[in-house]
């Protein structure tokens, strides 16, 4: 307890537990959404259920079945997507004076009771944004439906590169949290609204230097129907992905900072290229003369190569040791 000017007990603000809301996009859930909401604990102050469009009318139906002065009903008139309906609760939620926001799916596949676990780290002030991660438990593995396991590791290792974040694993699941803080230094009308926003997100948070955690959980996996089709969408987070990865390293290691790594990612990729450009010539020039080529021409097409890989395993080296490791919020 503090001593206040009045000479009245005040509480310590260090033992005043955080205000904490959950944003709920929602989005043809209508079967699942009361009992995710029934099922969040008295930890957290205010849920969010954002109503994005839905031909199902899922926010009336909550509005109708569910009395609680700390649920809030949130309309978007025409659909968003996920992300622009997390954006959404989002400034709702932070207008409101929350402390940590977190979003879970409305598809019941997560559990609300492990809310207070997941948003352990940013109350410890070790982390600024967490994420489930379905990967941990290998047991967990065999009740993932084995397309969703390839696309989910496909997704996973395009995202580890695009945002920085190696240690990190499976980035399009939806149980997150995020200090609000760090919410509110978001650029929300430049992260994808659609199925790439949880992947976008990550690649914002790097480029702010937040540090992000995986929490391990399992996944309930029953009637409920995705509207993520892994494989409808490889070739868009692809693109998307390369798009993240140019402009991540210009602003990381070109824009904000320039080191021996900025050298490398330039330099190794191009004697590679010039290797290969070379030596391709060499081998057309001699398979259609029937010259063989010189030894010093073997060289100054396999030493640029060589090099070259060197350099770029340094440089990715580098940038995985490179990782946030200090986190944000306590200093904004």
């Not at 904490?20 to 029934?38: E, L, Q, T, W």
Request: net charge neutral.
């Amino acid at each position: 307890m503090a001593l206040s000017e009045s000479g009245k007990n005040s509480p310590d603000p260090q033992t005043v537990p955080p205000k904490v809301a959950v944003v709920i996009p929602s989005y043809k859930v209508s079967r699942h959404i009361i009992g995710v909401v029934d099922g969040i604990g008295p930890e957290c102050h205010a849920i969010y259920v954002i109503d994005d469009g839905c031909p199902e009318k899922s926010g009336k139906l909550i509005a109708e079945n569910i009395n609680s002065d700390r649920v809030t009903v949130l309309y978007n008139e025409t659909n968003q997507g996920v992300g622009g309906a997390v954006m959404t609760g989002y400034r709702q939620a932070m207008a409101d004076g929350a402390d940590i926001i977190v979003k879970v799916d409305g598809d019941g596949q997560m559990n609300p009771a492990l809310i207070n676990k997941l948003i352990g780290p940013i109350i410890s002030g070790v982390a600024d944004y967490c994420k489930g991660n379905r990967f941990y438990n290998p047991s967990d593995l065999r009740e993932m439906p084995k397309i969703r396991l390839v696309g989910n590791a496909l997704l996973s290792f395009m995202t580890k590169v695009s945002s920085g974040y190696w240690n990190s694993f499976d980035p399009t699941n939806g149980f997150t949290a995020i200090h609000a803080k760090v919410a509110e230094q978001l650029p929300m009308e430049k992260i994808a609204k659609r199925y790439f926003f949880e992947s976008d997100m990550l690649f914002h948070l790097n480029v702010m230097r937040a540090v992000v955690s995986d929490f391990p959980m399992s996944a309930k996996y029953g009637d409920e129907v995705s509207n993520l089709k892994i494989m409808n969408v490889i070739g868009e987070f692809l693109c998307r992905n390369i798009s993240n990865t140019f402009k991540r390293i210009i602003y990381s290691y070109f824009l904000r900072n320039f080191s021996v790594a900025s050298i490398e990612v330039v330099l190794g990729p191009l004697l590679i290229l010039f290797g290969a450009v070379f030596g391709g010539y060499q081998w057309w020039l001699s398979s259609t003369t029937g010259v063989t080529a010189t030894t010093g021409s073997v060289m100054i097409a396999a030493l640029p190569i060589i090099v070259g890989m060197q350099l770029f395993l340094s440089f990715l080296n580098f940038d995985i040791l490179n990782e946030p490791r200090e986190p944000l919020h306590p200093r904004l």
